[in-house]
């Protein structure tokens, strides 16, 4: 069984200040991808990372997926009130997505 | 496009009673699925679709039955609901991996 670990689960930060959130599992996956998904609302893609060791930007979101495409890693830089949400990493198994359980971001003004 | 829409948006069901929740997709895609999400435990999967006609289980299957009758639409039933199925149901449709979420539908079982 594929599984994926978030990391943490929670975090609380101040507006401006830097964070990382780890996406980890012992199995290998084509693809990973990055959701996050408001109150009240489904997930929204935010980006796919295929290729072993690849980093994608987003604005201030940066994505990497580790070299071995077991892990990746969400930094977002200056973090905004905005940026509040909960972030899910999924990773493509066989003919269906697996999802880490997420991680809960809160920015405060 | 609506993209993916899901009826009912809430629904209170008393133990024992059954309901039919309705996910439609306008985008053609052949791949559909039904997640469920708890507090602290993301998504699971409870049952998905290759294609019109087709089902398979998913991770958290037991308590549930779905039909594919037509391409656009994927239908989750509940036959005895359980207050443990009590949580937010999404649906969502994909296309080259990526998939596209319906708004949710909060269900409480008393």
């Known amino acids: 069984t594929q599984l994926l670990e978030q990391s943490p689960q929670f975090l609380s930060i101040q507006e401006g200040e830097n964070l990382t959130v780890y996406c980890n599992s012992s199995?290998?996956?084509?693809?990973l991808q990055w959701y996050r998904q408001e109150p009240g609302e489904g997930p929204v893609l935010l980006v796919t990372v295929v290729t072993g060791g690849e980093v994608k930007k987003l604005k201030r979101l940066t994505f990497q997926f580790g070299d071995a495409r077991k892990d990746s890693s969400l930094h977002i830089t200056a973090a905004q009130p905005g940026d509040t949400g909960l972030y899910l990493c999924a990773g493509q198994g066989a003919q269906k997505l697996v999802f880490g359980q997420g991680t809960r971001l809160t920015i405060n003004p | 496009n609506a993209g993916v829409t899901q009826t009912p948006k809430f629904r209170v069901l008393k133990t024992g009673q059954s309901m039919t929740l309705l996910c439609a997709q306008d985008m053609n895609h052949e791949y559909m699925y039904w997640y469920r999400q708890d507090p602290g435990m993301g998504l699971r999967l409870i049952h998905y679709?290759?294609?019109?006609?087709?089902?398979a289980k998913g991770e958290v299957p037991d308590g549930y039955n779905v039909s594919r009758l037509k391409k656009q639409n994927f239908l989750l039933g509940l036959e005895s609901a359980a207050p443990s199925q009590t949580s937010v149901y999404f649906c969502?449709?994909?296309?080259?991996?990526?998939?596209?979420f319906g708004p949710g539908t909060r269900l409480t079982v008393l």
């Open positions: 199995s290998v996956f084509s693809s």
């Open positions: 969502a449709s994909s296309y080259s991996w990526r998939q596209f």
């Open positions: 679709s290759v294609g019109e006609g087709t089902t």
